[in-house]
C-alpha cells in the first residue's frame, strides 16, 4: 500500500468516527499544551528572575551583615550574626580606592497617611546613589537629593501604585504625607519598574536611610550595595572591602558579600530544576492519552475485524495490517500535537499581554521534548493492537471472530 493511500485511507476513517477523533485530539492537545505552558512559564519566570539580577551589573557587590560561608547552592538572602552594618562603616567603604559607589538600605513596612488615607507600605531609607546603582528613574520630579548620609531630609520619592493609592488623581508633587509619627515632602514619582530584588518598587516609598533609621528605630543597614570602579578587579576589591570590615568590627569578619555571578548562578540552577520539575508532571497527561490512544486502537480493532480479513484474504502482509493501525495512531498524534502547540502558544501569548513584564516563552527543548513524547507514546500504545490484527487469521477475521489472535 503507497503511503499517499494509506494517508487517505485513515483520514476518512478518522472522519467517519468524528466523537472518537475528537476525543483522543482532545487527549493529545491538552498534554502537548501543558507541556509548553508550564514550561514556558517556568522558563519566563527564570529569565524575569535573572534579568532583574543582571540589572545589578557584573560591577556590584552585596553586603549582609553576619557571616556565612557557601560552598556552592544557594547564596545566603541575610547573614549570620548580631554586628550590624552602621552609616560610619557604609561612609568607610566608600573612601576605599576601588570602590566606586556605595548605597545602604534598610527595608520595612510602615503606616503611611495622607487626610483620611492610611496604607501600609513598603517602606526603603537609602541615598541617591542606590537611584544610579540600581538604575531606577523618576517618572516626574527628581530623585533624592545629595545630602550626608545622617540628614534626615523629610523628602520621599512614590511609586506609582503608592501614589495612586494615597493621592488618587490628586496631583502628589510637593504634597506631604506621614510616615509613622514623622512628616515628608513628594519630591518625585519613581518610573515604574516592577519589582526588583524582591521588591515591588512601585508600591515603595524611597526616603533618606537617616529617616528610616529614626522610623524604624534601627542602626544597622539590612544590605549594603557597592559599585567597583571601572578597571579595578573586583576580588581584589572584595580583600580590601572584608579587610576594612574586619578592622572596624574589631578583627572578627561578620560580614558576607554575595556577587551577581553567585546569585545568578544560584537562581538559575533553582528555576531551571523546578522548569523541568512542572514539565515532567504535564509530561504525565501525554501518557494518559497515550493509554486512551491504546484503547480507541482496540476498539478499532474489535470493529473492524472483517476488514482486517479482507485486506488479508487479497493479499495484506501482517506488517501492512500492522502498518495501518500505527499510522492511525501516528496521525492523531501529530494532529493532536499541533492543536496542543497552538493552544500553548496562545495561552502564552494571553499570558503576556496580560502581564507584560513576564517573559513567557518556550524553549526549543521542552517543545522537542512534547512532540517526542507525545509521538513515542501514540506508537508505543498503539504497537499492542495493532500487533493483535496483524496476527488475525484471515478465515476467522473475515468471520469477524477474533479468537484466533494469540
Keep these: 500500500m503507497r503511503f499517499a493511500d494509506l494517508l487517505q485511507f485513515n483520514g ?4 467517519r468516527q468524528r466523537f472518537r477523533t475528537a476525543m483522543s485530539l482532545l487527549a493529545m492537545a491538552v498534554g502537548v499544551a501543558a507541556v509548553l505552558l508550564l ?3 517556568g522558563e519566563g519566570a527564570r529569565q524575569f528572575v535573572l534579568n532583574e539580577f543582571s540589572l545589578l551589573g557584573s560591577d556590584v557587590l552585596i553586603m549582609l551583615p553576619g557571616r556565612k560561608e557557601t560552598t556552592g547552592g544557594m547564596p545566603p538572602i541575610t547573614g549570620e550574626g548580631t554586628r550590624d552594618i552602621t552609616l560610619e562603616d557604609v561612609e568607610a567603604l566608600g573612601r576605599l580606592n576601588g570602590v566606586r559607589r556605595v548605597a545602604p538600605l534598610i527595608v520595612g513596612n510602615a503606616q503611611t497617611h495622607v487626610g483620611g488615607r492610611s496604607r501600609e507600605l513598603l517602606t526603603v531609607g537609602t541615598s541617591e546613589v542606590f537611584f544610579a546603582i540600581r538604575k531606577l528613574k ?3 520630579g527628581r530623585p533624592l537629593p545629595v545630602m550626608p548620609l545622617k540628614r ?3 523628602v520621599c520619592i512614590l511609586g506609582t501604585d503608592a501614589r495612586r493609592e494615597l493621592f488618587g488623581a490628586r496631583p502628589a508633587l510637593g504634597e506631604w504625607l506621614r510616615i509613622g509619627d514623622r512628616r515628608f515632602r513628594v519630591i518625585g514619582i519613581l518610573d515604574d519598574r516592577g519589582e526588583s530584588l524582591g521588591m515591588e518598587m512601585s508600591e515603595a516609598i524611597l526616603i533618606p536611610v537617616a529617616a528610616a533609621q529614626q522610623i524604624f528605630d534601627v ?10 570602579r571601572p578597571g579595578s578587579p573586583m576580588e581584589d576589591v572584595r580583600g580590601e572591602i572584608l579587610a576594612l570590615m574586619q578592622q572596624r568590627h574589631g578583627g572578627e569578619r561578620d560580614v558576607t558579600l554575595i556577587t551577581q555571578d553567585a546569585l545568578l548562578g544560584a537562581f538559575d540552577d533553582i528555576l531551571r530544576l523546578l522548569t523541568l520539575g512542572v514539565g515532567a508532571i504535564a509530561a504525565i497527561s501525554l501518557l494518559v492519552a497515550g493509554i486512551l490512544i491504546m484503547n480507541i486502537t482496540l476498539i478499532s480493532v474489535s470493529q473492524r475485524t472483517r476488514e482486517i480479513g479482507l485486506l488479508k484474504a487479497l493479499g495484506a502482509s501482517a506488517a501492512t495490517v500492522r502498518l495501518l493501525f500505527v499510522c492511525e495512531a501516528l496521525q492523531l498524534a501529530l494532529l493532536g ?13 494571553l499570558g503576556h499581554w496580560l502581564w507584560p513584564l513576564l517573559p513567557f516563552v518556550v524553549s526549543l527543548w521542552a517543545l522537542g521534548a512534547a512532540l517526542l513524547i507525545a509521538i513515542a507514546t501514540a506508537l508505543l500504545f ?8 496483524a496476527r488475525l ?5 473475515l468471520q469477524g471472530m477474533q479468537g484466533g489472535a494469540r
Design 219 to 228: 542602626q544597622g543597614m539590612f544590605r549594603v550595595f557597592l559599585q567597583v
Design 12 to 15: 476518512r476513517l478518522l472522519l
Design 337 to 349: 500535537c499541533l492543536i496542543g502547540i497552538a493552544s500553548g502558544y496562545g495561552l502564552l501569548a
Design 152 to 154: 534626615a531630609e523629610p
Design 138 to 140: 523618576t517618572l516626574q
Design 382 to 389: 498503539a504497537w499492542l493492537p495493532a500487533s493483535r490484527a
Design 39 to 41: 514550561t514556558g512559564l
Design 393 to 397: 487469521p484471515p478465515v476467522l477475521a
